[in-house]
Every structure is written in C-alpha cells, then in structure tokens.
C-alpha cells in the first residue's frame, strides 16, 4: 500500500514539449476550418481537431498538441487537461490496430473472456500491451453499445460483432 | 438480432427495414418531414409544446422526465440564443437502441430536432454522440447535408421564415457525458465534469444560455406526435407514459434485439419467455437487470407469475425502473457477485472524478470486490460494501455514484447467497 502511495503521479505530468509545433496539409487545415465553423466557441472544437490531429500523426505528441494550442488559442495546460480525460485520446503511442475488446457485463457473460483469451494468445501480447512491431495493441474497454451483438471488438472506428474465434482469426488476417 | 415492434404499430422502427432506409429519399417517400412541414406552416411554437405536453412523453435517456415540461422550462424572452442538442452518447451498458434509430433513420432524428428548435426558437443545434460511433457521426453528416440540399436546413427552411442548423459533435470516450450538464461541459471543450443544478440547463445551459437536452429516442418520437396528435401518441400507452419504447435486450436470450412496445406492455415475463425468445440453451432464467447497468437488479421470482407491466410505474412496483429500457438477461449460470462486480469496476473507470464519494467510493469498492474475488473475503465484507455504497448514494455530484450503488445495494439484497459463500465463515449480513 505504501509503495503505490510514494508513486502516485501527478495527472499532467511535466513533458518537455520542445519547440516544434506540428503542420498539416491543405485538405486536413480545411477539414479543421469546417469543424471550427460549427462553434460559436472555438475551444468547442478541441475533441473533433484531437482526433483528426491523433489519425495525422498517431496519438496526441508534443508537436500535435502545441499545434492544438496554438489554432485554438489556448494554454498547452488546457490540452493536457482534456486529453487526459477521455479514453480514446492517446497521449502515448498505440499500435497500427487498436483492438479494444468490450469486457462489459453483457459481452462477458456472451463469451469475451474467450475471444479476449484468443486474440491475446494469437498476438503474444497481454491487454495494455502492444506488439513489437507496432502493429497492434490490445485494450479491454467499457461497453461500445453492442450488446445484442455480444461478444464484440473495435479496430480502430471499425465494430466487428457476434464474434468467435474463427471470425476473429478472419478479422485480423484480413487487415493489411 | 431482432428490430421490430410487438404489441403495436411500430412508429420510431417503422422504417427501419426498408431498403436504404438512412437516405432523404425513402424516409420522404414514407411521410418523412411533413411533421416539420405541418408545424411551420400551421402551428406556434405553443401549440407544438403543448401537443408534446399532451402526448405525456417522457425523457428516454433514463430519468424519465416529462419532456413538454422540460421544453417549457426555456425562457421565452431571454436574449441569448437557445439551443436543442441530442445525446446520443448512449453508453449505459446493456443499451444500445440510439445507435440502430441513427444508423436506420438519421432523417428521423433531424426532423425531431428541427421541431424542437421551432418550439424553442434555436438556430443552432448539435448532435452529441459518443466516440466510439464514429460509423454514426458519418451517416449524420451525410443525411444532415442531404436534408442542407434540399432546404430542410439552414436558412429560410421549407420556404418559411424558419432558419435552424443541426450540426454533429464527437465526444471522446466517457460515460459520465451521458449526464446532460456533464455533456454541456464537454461540448464546451472543457473535460467532462458535471454541473451544479440549478441552474438548470433550460435556464443556463449550452454557453450559459437556454438550453434543452434530449436523448436520441425522445427526439425521434416527436415527428410522429405531431403527425398523429398528442393525445393519439399517449393513448398508445399509459396515462402517465405516454407512446411506445425501445427496449434494447442482451444476454442469455434466444432472440436479443431492440424492441419496440406500447408503454405498458403486458408483462415482463411473457416479454422474455415469448417476445424474446426464451433462455438461450433451455437454461433457466436467474436474474434480470432492465434498465441499463444503473437500475436494480431483479431476481427470477420477481417476474415469473408477477405480470411485472412494462412502464415507468410499473417496474417500479415490480422491484426496478425503466432506466434506458437496457435489459440484461441473465441465466442460472452467471454468479451475481461477479456480474455486480463487472459493473462496478465498469463505474470506477467511468467516475469522472469530480467529486469525492464517487471518485474514492468506487475505487474503494473495486478493491473490496476484488480482494473477495481473489479469495480474501473476510466476513464483513458485503457489509462493508454496503457501507462504502450508503457513502455514495445521494452524497455525490450526479447520479453516476448513485448508479454505481444501487446495483450493488440490489444485488447484496436479492442475491446474498452468491456474495455470502465467498465470505470466511459464510459472512455476516
């Protein structure tokens, strides 16, 4: 108990942001315009330009989130603070394929523990792991609203439902 | 997977297995938007709040409130600008209605909104849908620039003097946006922490002005009240629950699905044994959670031969509530201890940690439920359990600590045997 205590973390932890701020192509800064045209607010836009500013460079880097907060005015805190906060915003690293099986109560009691155990046994990795090549990381995560369809999983915005093992074994040799 | 009505006509399913369903088209050719036709060229905005009054709707997202109240609510004379957004950021586990009445009817839900904007006076509305339903943000954008096409959007709607936009937003991945003002504060860029009430949201809510939130279903049963009156829409259910309802169904059923039946439906356990199915396997039925993770949990004796009646008051009566009509159906083979246990860990990683019980009572009970997992049960465990849940209960910011007790007071009650054989000594309670 006392071990976890001396190493509780702070939730922003001090990251060296550098200097360099990230740049995007013409088509993704219109993409970015059209989302900021919603909003009488600009900060309104900040989860619609993390995600596009998480598919352009992988997860939320240094250079990604200064540039967040240079187009929406704002405090590199301020972008800490809400990317920390919501569980499909990476602020590290994840695999090519994220595969987030749903381990809540109706896709558990449909067999997830099963589909869980053959995806992590297929890629030699545990849940929180990624593999080695980068290619996949595997994350057990709360319910994705697909309990009729249990048991089930994403890859990135992708739902693969009624799963077996079989389907599961088609799913991941059919991704490039 | 089953989609369709029992026990009446379906109205929010009615199209939804047509051929190209989502498309302007086919939703205009089967009646679609001339619910927004009729209240902007031939009703105030009064008259559109007071059919909504009559129809005795009811909010879908899980409180249940009456939504022409909520709607009269927003001041009339306040000079800011007003706005309608939808929550569609359906995360109760077990629930999954919104995402079918998106994917097969996007059309339906712009029409619900664009009414509502009428009645309110906003011009500008959003569609909060939860991350993970990236696919349904995609079918929105494009049935919302369909509809822009072809003037049921934007400025001077229908030819009238009518102007409102309906625009999509995406959440992140957090349950606690389902709570309205917790969604205000994400919407805003903010993390998403709930609010004080009051103010209300109907008062302050979106950029501090006037501001009404409603769950995808409730939305998308208003074009068919204006369609067939609201006095018509509430006498297909009850007096007090007017319409009908989707219930999503999960678990150990033969026919899982999204059901949709008169408020009212007579009962539980022919809903179930018949409408559903029956128990996967020839098992028998244990325990029933029909409302979404949040509601009681329901022992088997509690439906069989009780004709539990499908509304608001009557899964009350019958030991639970509606919630967002999620029903999880679970056979003999499920240990309640584990399946509470699931959803209590499902509620410490969704606490938003704001405030104290919440955040340190669920992450306490997670410890407790896992060291009796592990096989350290001590005798006063499940008491303990309920102590920390009484610490919550009522004593944290929003009801996501409140929904992370219930489940537990619940199952402790109905279902000691599965929490007692894992305590030393067979427990105390």
Known sequence: MSSQLINIQPMSQPVDIGDEVASFSPEVEKEIDWHLA??????????????????????????????????????????????????????????????????????????????????????????????????????????????????????????????????????????? | MFIGAIGCEPLQLARVHLENSHTLEVYRKHGGYESLRKVLTSMSPDDVINEVKKSALRGRGGAGFPTGMKWSFVPKDSPKPKYVVCNADESEPGTFKDRYLMERDPHLLIEGMLIAAYALGAKTNYIYTRGEYRYLIDIMDRALEEARAAN??????????????????TGAGAYICGEETALLSSLEGMRGHPRMKPPFPAVSGLYASPTVVNNVETLTAVPDIIRMGGEAYQKLGTEKSGGTKLWSVSGHVKQPGVYELPMGYDDMEKFIMVDCGGILGGKQLKAVIPGGSSVYIMRADQIIGKDVRMDYEGLVAGGSSVGSGGFIVMDETVDVFESTKNLTEFYKHESCGWCTPCREGTDWLVKVFRRVADGGGRPEDAQLMLDLCDNIEGKSFCPLGDAAAWPIQSAIKRFPEDFKKRLAGNGQL
């Open chain 2, 152 to 169: 049921l959007l934007g400025d001077k709607i229908l030819g009238t003097e009518f102007s409102s936009e309906v625009y999509t937003h």
């Open chain 1, 38 to 176: 919603k909003y009488p607010v600009m900060r309104s836009a900040i989860l619609p330009l993390m995600f596009i500013v998480q598919r352009e460079r992988g997860y939320l880097d240094p250079p990604g989130v200064a540039y967040l907060a240079k187009r929406l005015h704002l405090r590199i805190t301020d972008i800490w603070e809400v990317a920390t906060f919501y569980s499909m915003l990476h602020t590290k690293p994840v695999g090519k394929y994220h595969i987030q099986i749903c381990k809540t109560l109706s896709c558990k009691i449909m067999g997830e523990p099963g589909i869980t155990e053959h995806v992590c046994n297929k890629l030699g990795i545990k849940p929180g792991e990624t593999t080695a090549d980068g290619r996949f990381t595997v994350s057990l995560v709360e319910c994705l609203g697909s309990c009729g369809t249990a048991p089930m999983l994403q890859i990135g915005f992708d739902y693969h439902e009624n799963l077996t093992a079989a389907k599961v074994d088609q799913i991941l040799g059919s991704l490039p």
